[in-house]
């Protein structure tokens, strides 16, 4: 949906890369199944418009509300908005950003056979920056040690 895990950090612990890898591939399960649902329709996957002349990636397209599997995921925000999050981290973990996160990811198809995974990545970007810069990044420690996680 609309996170990355810079650099190699999700390799820092062993419950960190299971909700990283596990929500991402509750993600792409949820995608490919909703898109089997709608038969692969293309006008579903890109909407009325004709793909040649739509730049998905320029920070003026502002039609992702308009494509159903966009809709269905709810992943409708601007290319605008996207690039800032991806590209300069510009994102706030308000209450309510947890708060629309958690519903959006509870309602993927996928959910129940990774809730685990989901549940621990949504408790994850609850917790203060603070709090979260204290995860030991030691694999010694966290892999081999088998040092708790922060949740």
């Known amino acids: 949906m609309e996170h990355r895990t810079l650099s190699g950090m999700w390799i820092d612990h062993p419950k960190l890369a299971m909700i990283v890898l596990g929500t991402a591939k509750a993600i ?18 890109i ?4 793909p040649i002349n739509i730049n998905f990636f320029s920070p003026k397209f502002t039609g992702w509300n308009k494509i159903g599997i966009a809709k269905d995921m709810g992943a ?3 290319s605008s908005e996207m690039a800032a999050i991806l ?24 959910y129940r056979n ?13 917790i203060p920056h ?16 088998d040092k708790e996680f922060i949740i």
């Open 114 to 126: 990774y809730s685990e995974a989901i549940d621990g990545i949504i408790e994850l970007v609850s």
């Open 76 to 78: 409708i925000r601007s």
């Open 87 to 110: 590209n300069k981290y510009d994102i706030k973990y308000t209450k309510e950003y947890v708060t629309q996160l958690r519903k959006i990811l509870k309602k993927l198809p996928a």
């Open 130 to 145: 603070q709090k979260l810069r204290t995860i030991d990044c030691d694999l010694k420690h966290t892999w081999v040690a």
């Open 28 to 45: 792409v399960d949820s995608y490919f199944h909703i898109l089997e649902a709608n038969n692969f329709n293309e006008k579903y996957m």
């Open 47 to 50: 909407g009325d418009s004709n």
